[in-house]
C-alpha cells in the first residue's frame, strides 16, 4: 500500500518560474512532513519540513504548504533556477523524536529547470 | 566532520553470490537506518538500529537479507544469494537519537548500487 503519493513524476520549469509538486497521505497518525532533494549519485538531502500545527512554512525560495483535511502537502520552489534540478521526494513518518524516525517516501518527482 | 560513508559505491554480483554492504555513519550517531531504493523510486525503509539493538526489521524484504551492528556504530547489510530483483541501491543513514538533539533529519550516505547479472 503506497501510503505518500507524489505527483508529477517529472516536471519541466523554466529559469525564474515556480515548481510546484504535491504530494497526498493516506495515514491521518503521520505528523512530520520533510521533503528531501537528491541529486545524481548523491543521497537524498533534507531540503525543508513541516508539522501539521502550521500550514505554511517558508525557508528562503522553499515554501511547503500543507492542508490537513485534505491530506496533502505541496513544494513550492519560487524563482526557479537551473541548480535546482534535481529529484524531490516528500516523505512521511509518525513522530519526529520517537524510536525510529521511520520516513515513508512518496516515488519523486524529477525537476529539470531550462536555462 | 565527515558524513555518513558507504562502500563499495558499485557493486556487481553474479545470481546467488553473497554480498556485504557498509555503513560507516557519522560519529556519535546514535540510530541508523537502512533503505532500498529501486531505479527511478522513492526510497523504502528496510531496517533501524538503535545502538547495537536492531529495533525496528520490518522492511527487510526476505530472509536472505540480513542486517548488524556489532558494536553500535558501523554496520553491515549482507544479502545472501542474490536475485536480481535485488539490484537497487542502498542507502545507509543516521541520526543523532532522541534526546541528543536529533531535529528528525535524515543524514544519508551516497549509497551502494548494487546490480545483480
Known amino acids: 500500500q503506497q501510503q505518500v503519493k507524489q505527483s508529477p513524476q517529472s516536471l519541466i520549469v523554466q529559469k525564474g518560474g515556480i515548481s510546484i509538486i504535491n504530494c497526498a497521505y493516506e495515514n491521518t497518525a503521520f505528523d512530520y512532513f520533510p521533503w528531501y532533494q537528491q541529486f545524481p549519485g548523491k543521497g537524498p538531502a533534507l531540503l525543508i519540513a513541516?508539522?501539521?500545527?502550521?500550514s505554511e512554512k517558508k525557508e528562503g525560495r522553499f515554501t511547503i504548504s500543507f492542508n490537513k483535511s485534505a491530506k496533502q502537502f505541496s513544494l513550492h520552489i519560487m524563482d526557479s533556477q537551473p541548480g535546482d534540478s534535481a529529484t524531490y521526494f516528500c516523505a512521511a513518518s509518525i513522530g519526529v523524536n520517537n524510536a525510529g524516525n521511520m520516513l515513508t517516501f512518496g516515488g519523486g518527482t524529477r525537476l529539470m529547470v531550462k536555462p | 566532520g565527515a558524513g555518513v560513508s558507504q562502500s563499495p559505491r558499485y557493486k556487481v554480483a553474479k545470481r546467488g553470490q553473497d554480498v556485504a554492504l557498509r555503513c560507516d555513519p557519522i560519529s556519535g550517531h546514535v540510530s541508523l537506518f537502512w533503505y532500498q531504493q529501486a531505479l527511478g523510486q522513492g526510497p523504502e525503509f528496510l531496517t533501524y538500529f538503535q545502538n547495537e539493538a536492531q529495533l525496528d526489521k520490518s522492511g527487510l524484504p526476505s530472509d536472505r537479507f540480513f542486517a548488524e551492528r556489532p558494536e553500535g556504530s558501523v554496520s553491515t547489510l549482507k544479502i545472501q544469494r542474490t536475485q536480481q530483483e535485488d539490484s537497487a541501491v542502498y542507502l545507509c543513514?543516521?541520526?543523532?537519537?532522541?534526546?541528543?538533539?536529533?531535529?528528525?533529519?535524515?543524514?544519508f550516505g551516497e549509497g551502494s548500487r548494487l546490480t545483480v547479472l
Open positions: 543513514a543516521s541520526t543523532p537519537g532522541s534526546g541528543r538533539g536529533d531535529t528528525g533529519e535524515l543524514f
Open positions: 513541516i508539522r501539521p500545527d502550521v
